[in-house]
């Protein structure tokens, strides 16, 4: 189930310091709005993210909460907010929604932020919960980008993730995506649920391949706790993920990306060209700034970052209040910054920019293998990705 971070009480009006505020929107410093959805027809068994099936809450008043919040951003962010380059809406299941309550919070964003010319504009979707007439009127009402969670495409790999699609779904789905005119198509893959093979997997990649995606996400199963899977795992119904077998799924999908044209630009996230990278996430991994709308979404502004009341309810009656639905607020300090920039950059296929303390650190990973050096910057190797968390404390040490 999903936790908040332990963190300071935030102000009643969500107040900002006035340093946080300075310098946003500076080049280098791209500011999106993140809207989570916390509502599913059901929970998947491996998900811990913060979600709400019909009977546990519904989505009664989600849109007009949506507006109270952008109007709170307004207010704190004042002449200082910067145009929205990015928007991503995920969850949940965005599309449970009407297309008109999503077209409704894309308003609201430009009402109360301004869209910037030529924003980037994602949902999630699961595959099952979009047609052609829907996925037409999310495209009229300004979505350029969807993110469509196929998972797998072998049938028992689905039963076993408490997937409800059918296995070609998400690849019809992709294909009437870009016959509504979408701009960018991406596809979400787990591998390493239990009881998948080395043949279901590369069948799934190749599925995915097949739709003729122009971006791909494929993520390691984490069993985590709380979650339906975790207590498979736990009776001994299910094995625990091997991380040799990871290891290789990994190289599997670096390989038939690389024969399809996608190249890796994140240790998880491939692309087939630098202009189909998502921008949105291009901005958290880069230590950009965002506005997290919704139950339990988080934020970060110039350093400082927050996060809301997980709870649909809690977040609506603080906004109907007037009040900030904080429930907690963070400034790390210069160490914590630190660890957490290197985390981030050095999983890019641009890399990190090493200073002056990190140089011998990376040569000694770059004489094991794990990194390539290009001027001052580290790049990682194939291997370096499967050992990415080695990397990060060899360099922020």
């Given at each position: 189930?999903?936790?908040?971070?332990?963190?300071?009480?935030?102000?009643?009006?969500?107040?900002?310091?006035?340093?946080?505020?300075?310098?946003?929107?500076?080049?280098?410093?791209?500011?999106?709005?993140?809207?989570?959805?916390?509502?599913?027809?059901?929970?998947?068994?491996?998900?811990?993210?913060?979600?709400?099936?019909?009977?546990?809450?519904?989505?009664?008043?989600?849109?007009?909460?949506?507006?109270?919040?952008?109007?709170?951003?307004?207010?704190?962010?004042?002449?200082?907010?910067?145009?929205?380059?990015?928007?991503?809406?995920?969850?949940?299941?965005?599309?449970?929604?009407?297309?008109?309550?999503?077209?409704?919070?894309?308003?609201?964003?430009?009402?109360?932020?301004?869209?910037?010319?030529?924003?980037?504009?994602?949902?999630?979707?699961?595959?099952?919960?979009?047609?052609?007439?829907?996925?037409?009127?999310?495209?009229?009402?300004?979505?350029?980008?969807?993110?469509?969670?196929?998972?797998?495409?072998?049938?028992?790999?689905?039963?076993?993730?408490?997937?409800?699609?059918?296995?070609?779904?998400?690849?019809?789905?992709?294909?009437?995506?870009?016959?509504?005119?979408?701009?960018?198509?991406?596809?979400?893959?787990?591998?390493?649920?239990?009881?998948?093979?080395?043949?279901?997997?590369?069948?799934?990649?190749?599925?995915?391949?097949?739709?003729?995606?122009?971006?791909?996400?494929?993520?390691?199963?984490?069993?985590?706790?709380?979650?339906?899977?975790?207590?498979?795992?736990?009776?001994?119904?299910?094995?625990?993920p091997d991380d040799d077998v990871l290891a290789e799924r990994?190289?599997?999908?670096?390989?038939?990306?690389?024969?399809?044209?996608?190249?890796?630009?994140?240790?998880?996230?491939?692309?087939?060209?630098?202009?189909?990278?998502?921008?949105?996430?291009?901005?958290?991994?880069?230590?950009?700034?965002?506005?997290?709308?919704?139950?339990?979404?988080?934020?970060?502004?110039?350093?400082?970052?927050?996060?809301?009341?997980?709870?649909?309810?809690?977040?609506?009656?603080?906004?109907?209040?007037?009040?900030?639905?904080?429930?907690?607020?963070?400034?790390?300090?210069?160490?914590?910054?630190?660890?957490?920039?290197?985390?981030?950059?050095?999983?890019?296929?641009?890399?990190l920019a090493l200073d002056a303390t990190q140089r011998d650190?990376?040569?000694?990973?770059?004489?094991?293998?794990?990194?390539?050096?290009?001027?001052?910057?580290?790049?990682?190797?194939?291997?370096?990705?499967?050992?990415?968390?080695?990397?990060?404390?060899?360099?922020?040490?």
């Open positions: 189930m999903a936790r908040l971070p332990d963190g300071d009480r935030p102000p009643h009006d969500g107040t900002l310091p006035a340093a946080a505020l300075r310098g946003l929107g500076a080049p280098g410093r791209p500011f999106g709005v993140y809207v989570h959805v916390p509502y599913c027809t059901t929970r998947c068994g491996y998900c811990d993210f913060n979600t709400y099936i019909p009977s546990e809450a519904g989505p009664e008043g989600y849109v007009g909460a949506v507006a109270a919040e952008l109007a709170l951003a307004r207010r704190v962010l004042g002449d200082a907010a910067p145009p929205v380059a990015t928007v991503f809406v995920g969850g949940g299941t965005p599309t449970l929604l009407p297309a008109a309550d999503l077209a409704a919070v894309v308003a609201l964003i430009d009402e109360h932020l301004g869209l910037a010319p030529g924003a980037e504009v994602t949902t999630e979707a699961n595959p099952e919960s979009v047609d052609p007439a829907k996925l037409a009127a999310l495209r009229a009402a300004g979505f350029t980008r969807i993110s469509l969670g196929m998972q797998s495409a072998a049938p028992h790999v689905l039963a076993t993730l408490d997937r409800h699609h059918t296995p070609g779904r998400a690849v019809a789905a992709a294909r009437e995506a870009r016959a509504a005119g979408f701009e960018h198509v991406s596809l979400d893959l787990i591998y390493g649920t239990p009881g998948e093979t080395a043949a279901d997997w590369q069948m799934s990649v190749e599925t995915a391949l097949d739709a003729d995606p122009d971006h791909v996400s494929a993520y390691s199963l984490i069993v985590e706790p709380g979650t339906r899977l975790a207590a498979r795992v736990r009776r001994g119904e299910l094995p625990t990994y190289e599997t999908t670096e390989a038939l990306m690389a024969q399809a044209g996608l190249g890796w630009y994140e240790v998880s996230n491939w692309a087939r060209t630098a202009a189909d990278r998502c921008r949105h996430n291009m901005g958290y991994w880069a230590g950009g700034d965002w506005w997290g709308v919704g139950p339990g979404a988080h934020s970060h502004v110039g350093g400082v970052r927050w996060w809301n009341a997980l709870h649909p309810a809690r977040w609506m009656a603080a906004l109907a209040d007037g009040a900030s639905p904080a429930a907690g607020r963070e400034t790390p300090d210069d160490d914590a910054a630190r660890l957490e920039r290197v985390m981030l950059e050095v999983r890019l296929r641009d890399g650190a990376a040569a000694r990973l770059a004489d094991d293998g794990l990194l390539e050096l290009d001027g001052d910057r580290a790049v990682l190797t194939l291997r370096g990705r499967l050992l990415a968390d080695r990397v990060t404390l060899a360099l922020a040490g």
